[in-house]
């Protein structure tokens, strides 16, 4: 089986833009989940899709959003940038989404804001 | 909702030691406890988990421990290896919703 993807690997953009990310999960795999990763922050929660739906959020302003399409697909979107948003970003993929499954990363999006 | 906490940030132990993370949680509910490693420039992979029902599990050089009463679990590396230099995180399920990680332990081992 194919890994979990996550496209594209780096972006650069400026203060007040906007971004999509996107990850395709492990084929057979209904949850993706997505986190935050800074130095000495860990990762955080921002948010997880099961079967198109929302089904759990993490403390996060409303300038971050995402979705999930029929196909399990998901894409994170981030408005209105601010440079505090410079992170790695990891998606994750599970079967179904429980917090006892073994999470399946992707390589994640390094984005830096300028 | 669950917050877990882990100690050290930085670890650095001679080739051969044994290194020990430790993290704490706050929610009694949890009941399954992860580790990930994460290499330079890679993405985390689970290298070993446990669940409330049972206080210690080994695999091979790795074991971790539980504590419910104190709410703290740890893992444990022995004879470390040049390959065991990596970031590794703890984390919590918060009664099964989802997973809460902690900040993370940066594990240098010296050769």
């Known amino acids: 089986k194919a890994g979990v993807t996550q496209t594209p690997r780096y972006l650069i953009k400026t203060r007040g833009q906007q971004v999509t990310l996107s990850c395709s999960p492990i084929s057979g795999h209904r949850s993706v989940s997505w986190y935050q990763q800074t130095p000495g922050q860990g990762l955080q929660f921002l948010f997880e899709y099961f079967s198109e739906t929302q089904r759990n959020k993490g403390n996060f302003p409303g300038r971050f959003s995402g979705r999930q399409f029929s196909n399990s697909r998901s894409e994170m979107n981030v408005s209105t940038l601010e440079l505090g948003d410079s992170a790695l970003y990891l998606c994750?993929?599970?079967?179904?989404?429980?917090?006892?499954?073994?999470?399946?990363f992707g390589s994640g999006t390094q984005l830096s804001v300028l | 909702g669950e917050n877990v906490e882990q100690h050290p940030s930085t670890l650095s132990v001679q080739e051969g030691d044994s290194a020990v993370i430790k993290c704490t949680y706050s929610d009694s509910a949890s009941n399954y406890f992860p580790w990930y490693k994460q290499e330079l420039g890679k993405r985390p992979q689970l290298i070993i988990d446990?669940?409330?029902?049972?206080g210690e599990k080994k695999d091979q050089r790795i074991a971790v421990t539980l504590n419910k009463t104190a709410k703290h679990f740890s893992l444990h590396i022995t004879e470390t290896q040049p390959e065991d230099s990596a970031v590794y995180f703890c984390?919590?399920?918060?009664?099964?919703?989802?997973?809460?990680f902690g900040t993370g332990t940066r594990l240098t081992i010296i050769p």
């Open positions: 446990i669940r409330s029902n049972v």
């Open positions: 984390a919590a399920d918060g009664g099964n919703e989802k997973l809460t």
């Open positions: 994750a993929s599970s079967n179904q989404g429980f917090g006892n499954e073994k999470l399946f």
